[in-house]
């Protein structure tokens, strides 16, 4: 059974910093593309970024709204997607996702989600 | 970027009803679409991948049609456990992009 399961939210103030993780099991990790989308409380999907496969160089793209504030990486030695989001805003307040890209490019499987909350 | 368009925002149906759901893209994503399913504090569930082919474990009561910039999302018969918010996403080119959801309430 495929289970993506993150840890790392919470609260923090404007500017700090936090690191998020992404724990995989039931598939072959090193196989997928991993993202991360978020949702801000009572708002629709954001797609965040994106970090490739090995054989992809393990390339990342980013939404230009967390470009060079947010850095997705990944450790296929243990299963493991995170992202690391420094001068964190207010606006970054959400609900934050790790979802597999299926091999039709859609995300076929999401983890339950975790809560970061920026404010002071 | 490729703005997604979905309408209505919101919807009232009644159990047994058919629901059609549209998905409007700003330029041609030929069917680089999936459609998501997601309930009150849960994680998006997917539904429909390249436009029109069904999730596997995916019940065939939803059904999504369409190409090029128009989409559709079909319910046949509305259950009590469809009531949910669905959202169309778009695959061709990043930043991927989500429509702003569909909200399918009881009357």
């Known amino acids: 059974e495929v289970q993506l399961v993150e840890s790392g939210g919470g609260l923090v103030q404007p500017g700090g910093s936090l690191r998020l993780s992404c724990a995989a099991s039931?598939?072959?990790?090193?196989?997928?593309?991993m993202d991360w989308v978020r949702q801000a409380p009572g708002k629709g999907l954001e797609w965040v970024g994106r970090?490739?496969?090995?054989?992809?160089?393990?390339?990342?793209d980013y939404a230009a709204s967390v470009k060079g504030r947010f850095t997705i990486s990944r450790d296929d030695s243990t299963n493991s997607l995170y992202l690391q989001m420094n001068t964190l805003k207010t606006e970054d307040t959400a609900v934050y996702y790790c979802?597999?890209?299926?091999?039709?490019?859609?995300?076929?499987?999401w983890g339950q989600g975790t809560l970061v909350t920026v404010s002071s | 970027d490729i703005q997604m368009t979905q309408s209505p925002s919101s919807l009232s149906a009644s159990v047994g009803d058919r629901v059609t759901i549209t998905c409007r893209a700003s330029?041609?994503?030929?069917?680089?679409l999936a459609w998501y399913q997601q309930k009150p504090g849960k994680a998006p569930k997917s539904l429909i991948y390249?436009?029109?082919s069904l999730q596997s474990g995916v019940p065939s009561k939803f059904s999504g049609s369409g190409s090029g910039t128009d989409f559709t999302l079909t319910i046949s018969s509305l259950q009590p456990e469809d009531f949910a918010t669905y959202y169309c996403?778009?695959?061709?080119?990043?930043?991927?992009?989500f429509g702003g959801g569909t909200k399918v309430e009881i009357k």
């Open positions: 979802a597999r890209v299926g091999l039709n490019w859609n995300f076929d499987y």
């Open positions: 039931g598939f072959s990790f090193s196989d997928h593309f």
């Open positions: 970090v490739r496969k090995k054989a992809n160089s393990y390339s990342t």
């Open positions: 330029q041609d994503i030929t069917n680089s």
């Open positions: 390249a436009a029109s």
């Open positions: 996403q778009q695959y061709k080119t990043n930043p991927l992009t």
